[in-house]
């Protein structure tokens, strides 16, 4: 069972792996270029992109209101409502120093003005980046793909903004991007992975995961428990001169073995780097 809940935790992470981008069109710097609004407010972010979807919605949840917010295409057969939330604009800098900003707009859904909210339930989002003119106006850098996933649970899509400023950092020669950790508890298990998010400028915004994070089940096994396991998994990015530059992960701790038969002390690193063509970090 704690397989299964640990194998059902990496694959949350491993969402944004799907290869949706397969039946997106290609990339084009140009024509993300001719996208140009005045300003990167909710009203202005959701007429750019949304203009024919939008309606009332009522809502009463905490979360939903915690954000500009407002309905998106029609009620579905099981009466939920998907509602566009817009968080606050993230600043960051190109590999280059130049201003950046990322915008990203959350798609939950509701039902009966509330929050669709349980284990399994799942939210995805839009990201955007764009540069400020000389002019005033906002000029779109880039964009996700259509159709792609992210980790999310409780019906909320798993991108805490502090913790990708925090980590953020150059991936690659010519990118920069984010590495940072979410996690999945169950039966007194917390399981986590690292994902990295990649904003490069010639290519579609991605979030990706990298690997394990470590685990603990102090929730389940006191510390004296010869069951009881805590490991932890620290990530180093390794600059060389390539295009995406290769991730060191240290395991240090008490780690289960894959069929969770035995418990052993680990302190061991492993390199993974990303394939372009698999979209991946192996």
Not at 146 to 154: I, K, L, P, R
Request: glycine content about 6%; overall charge negative; hydrophobic content about 35%.
């Amino acid at each position: 069972m704690k397989k299964l809940l640990l194998s059902l935790a990496l694959s949350l992470g491993a969402l944004s792996l799907t290869p949706a981008m397969a039946a997106a069109p290609a990339f084009s710097a140009t024509q993300m270029s001719q996208v140009k609004i005045k300003d990167l407010s909710f009203k202005e972010v959701m007429r750019e992109f949304y203009s024919g979807r939008m309606g009332y919605a009522s809502v009463n949840d905490e979360y939903v209101e915690s954000m500009p917010n407002i309905g998106l295409d029609s009620v579905n057969s099981d009466g939920e409502r998907t509602i566009a939330l817009m968080h606050p604009v993230l600043p960051y800098e190109n590999v280059t120093g130049e201003p950046r900003y990322l915008v990203i707009i959350e798609k939950v859904q509701v039902k009966d003005g509330s929050l669709v909210s349980c284990h399994a339930c799942q939210a995805t989002a839009d990201l955007y980046s764009f540069k400020k003119l000389d002019n005033g106006l906002f000029q779109m850098v880039s964009k996700t793909p259509e159709n792609v996933e992210f980790s999310s649970g409780w019906g909320r899509v798993s991108l805490n903004q502090t913790s990708i400023q925090e980590g953020l950092q150059p991936l690659g020669k010519n990118l920069i991007g984010s590495v940072f950790m979410n996690n999945y508890m169950s039966f007194g298990t917390i399981s986590s992975w690292w994902d990295v998010l990649h904003l490069p400028e010639s290519d579609f915004i991605n979030l990706y995961t990298l690997g394990d994070a470590g685990a603990e089940n102090s929730g389940h096994y006191e510390e004296g428990s010869p069951l009881h396991y805590d490991y932890k998994v620290a990530f180093k990015v390794l600059p060389e001169n390539a295009t995406y530059y290769p991730i060191m992960l240290t395991y240090e701790g008490e780690k289960p073995t894959e069929d969770y038969d035995r418990i052993n002390s680990v302190n061991y690193s492993k390199i993974v780097k990303f394939n372009p063509v698999k979209k991946a970090y192996e």
